[in-house]
């Protein structure tokens, strides 16, 4: 289970897309950050990655395991993936109440 490590502070969380392009990522020095998806490979202090898909993590996975986020975290819809490395925390979807 990931500890409740951002309890009471501000956390910037990053996705991806457009709105993103010129964005620079240097203005989140020394700010607590969560990546999400793609947004790891723009943001190498981030000390949470997360992603929810399969398919992402097939053509992810290096980056992802190269980061040096302390924390690394993917959720799924349908089911755990299979052959998930030490060190990733993996959380299933359980319905209304979200993830486990």
């Known amino acids: 289970m ?3 490590i951002f309890d009471g ?5 990053v996705a991806g897309g457009p709105s993103l392009r010129n964005f620079q990522f ?4 020394g700010l607590r950050t ?13 000390e949470v990655l997360w992603w929810t898909d399969a398919k992402f993590w097939r053509g992810s996975s290096a980056s992802l395991l190269a980061h040096g986020a302390r924390w690394k ?9 299979q052959e998930i490395p030490p060190g990733i925390e ?3 979807f359980t319905g209304a109440d979200g993830f486990d």
Do not use: C, K, W
């Not at 975290?73 to 993936?81: A, Q």
């Open 34 to 46: 969560i990546a999400i998806n793609r947004a790891h490979e723009f943001m190498p202090d981030a």
């Open 9 to 13: 502070e501000s956390v910037v969380v």
């Open 73 to 81: 975290v993917t959720g799924n819809l349908e089911y755990r993936m």
């Open 2 to 4: 990931i500890p409740r």
């Open 90 to 92: 993996q959380y299933l």
């Open 26 to 29: 240097s203005r989140l020095a």
